[in-house]
């Protein structure tokens, strides 16, 4: 690292700093646990109509939390582990089916409690944890304070998670805590886990391959976007249990249209503050972070929204979830000192060129370290 980097981390002892990851991580799970268990001490009767058969007549209040959104859906995946006819009963058709087994893993670590609606509540906070104890890793990596990192318990699409027992929180934190090894078989598992928990993270791995490939870091490349090679194959395994592929799904169908998701936006304050929120933080990456390998991945993320479907885009609870990278790794970018990132970008890019030229045989300080640099 370099001298801006090295002296803002060397002003705090490590062991201070690494109490302060934990005592993010922990915080996280407090408010996780808060916003969870408040919204199933509230709930009293069910609102909306469910799109998951069984719970039609929730009348347990941590039920009522799952039939008011995706939880249902996790929590019938948990009940029916083996993809068939059980499963796509429940969600009415083979499409739909296909679609919502995109996500297993959180319905497979729910199913391990013995009670998956608890255990969704479990893997909520769990999420929660991770995201802010990595986000926290990441900024103290960068030689800011890892306290900063129970911003993102907080964030918008983190807050819907936690209150409504969704893992997207998790699947975010697996892909950001892959980011703080440099243990290329751990950082596989994590993203592999990542993808399998919210499909829409392979954009993670996917963007850092086409980086790693920019950088001439063939084999970095070819590790990073073989992690999404488990969520291909469980695909595959759905497709010949159910018989339909996830794309055909209605949910499916709402997506993938340039533009058209936008046009149904909510106006709601919420809604406007959130999508401002959001706007904000990737055009101030763009402008001076772009050189950043995170920065691709926000920017992939922001454009990603152009293509999101009508459904999600009614309120600030839809879209928030899907472009919680966004938020997350905006935040590790944007809380880092800008002369300790520069500066340390400035060397890998002069240590990439050297290496190209022939000049030095030694790895770039960035070619198995993405987000530490």
């Not at 347990?60 to 582990?81: F, T």
């Not at 309120?315 to 970018?333: K, M, T």
């Not at 045989?361 to 198995?368: A, C, E």
Request: hydrophobic content about 55%; charged content about 15%.
């Amino acid at each position: 690292m370099s001298g801006c980097g090295a002296a803002s981390r060397a002003a705090t002892p490590p062991n201070v700093t690494k109490r302060r990851v934990l005592l993010a991580t922990a915080l996280g799970a407090v408010v996780a646990a808060t916003l969870a268990i408040s919204g199933i001490a509230t709930a009293t009767r069910l609102r909306g109509e469910p799109y998951v058969a069984a719970f039609h007549n929730a009348t347990r209040p941590i039920d009522i939390v799952l039939a008011e959104g995706d939880g249902q859906s996790y929590a019938a995946i948990g009940r029916h582990l083996v993809p068939g006819r059980a499963i796509t009963e429940a969600f009415g058709s083979p499409a739909e089916a296909a679609y919502r087994e995109q996500r297993p893993l959180a319905a497979w670590l729910a199913a391990l409690s013995g009670d998956v609606p608890i255990g969704l509540l479990l893997v909520a906070v769990l999420g929660s944890a991770v995201a802010a104890g990595a986000v926290a890793q990441l900024l103290r990596h960068r030689g800011a304070d890892p306290l900063l990192g129970t911003l993102v318990a907080i964030a918008p699409g983190s807050l819907v998670a936690a209150r409504w027992l969704m893992p997207d929180t998790l699947a975010f934190g697996l892909a950001a805590a892959a980011l703080t090894t440099r243990r290329p078989a751990l950082r596989w598992t994590l993203l592999a886990a990542a993808v399998l928990t919210r499909e829409t993270t392979a954009l993670v791995p996917l963007v850092l391959a086409a980086e790693a490939a920019y950088r001439r870091r063939p084999r970095d490349a070819a590790i990073l976007a073989s992690s999404v090679a488990p969520w291909a194959i469980w695909i595959m395994i759905v497709r010949a249990s159910i018989g339909a592929w996830p794309t055909a799904g209605t949910s499916a169908g709402s997506r993938l249209a340039l533009f058209g998701g936008l046009r149904s936006l909510g106006a709601s304050p919420g809604t406007i503050v959130v999508l401002t929120v959001l706007v904000a933080v990737t055009l101030v990456v763009v402008l001076r972070h772009r050189a950043d390998p995170l920065a691709w991945v926000v920017i992939a993320y922001a454009l990603f929204a152009l293509i999101m479907g009508s459904d999600v885009w009614h309120s600030w609870r839809g879209f928030s979830r899907p472009l919680l990278p966004v938020l997350g790794f905006g935040l590790v970018l944007l809380g880092a000192p800008r002369a300790a990132v520069s500066t340390d970008h400035r060397v890998a890019r002069l240590a990439g060129r050297a290496r190209r030229v022939g000049l030095d045989q030694r790895r770039s300080p960035d070619s198995n370290d993405i987000a530490m640099a």
